[in-house]
Nanobody, 125 residues
Framework: QVQLVESGGGLVQAGGSLRLSCAAS????????MGWFRQAPGKEREFVAA????????YHGDSVKGRFTASRDNAKNSVYLQMNNLKPEDTAVYYC??????????????????WGQGTQVTVSS
């Protein structure tokens, strides 16, 4: 019943900004950790950011610190990823994910239980 739907991807030029949204439904997310991951062709799925539903505590991957910020709106069951100063190496399919069992931080894709379909982000030079 849990469903995650990403939106907001698209084509932008290097240095530009984009905001991704993830609408969550069908579950009780109060104790979940929500994650953002990305995957480029031929590459492993990479951790981008995580945020807890309870207090909004965030963690960001080293490659995006200072440029990307995760946030959440509990009332709307939505999480967001604001991406600034985008670089060509940010090009990937971006996925929203949910980790159950608490708000513990994790950078590992296999520790997340639910996934959205992904949204393509392409950054041109």
């Amino acid at each position: 019943q849990v469903q995650l739907v990403e939106s907001g991807g698209g084509l932008v030029q290097a240095g530009g900004s984009l905001r991704l949204s993830c609408a969550a439904s069908g579950g009780t997310f109060s104790t979940y950790t929500m994650g953002w991951f990305r995957q480029a062709p031929g590459k492993e799925r990479e951790f981008v950011a995580a945020i807890s539903w309870i207090v909004g505590r965030t963690y960001h991957g080293d490659s995006v610190k200072g440029r990307f910020t995760a946030s959440r709106d509990n009332a709307k069951n939505s999480v967001y990823l604001q991406m600034n100063n985008l670089k060509p190496e940010d090009t990937a399919v971006y996925y929203c994910a949910a980790k159950t069992g608490g708000s513990s931080y994790s950078t590992k894709p296999y520790e997340y239980d639910y996934w959205g379909q992904g949204t393509q982000v392409t950054v041109s030079s």
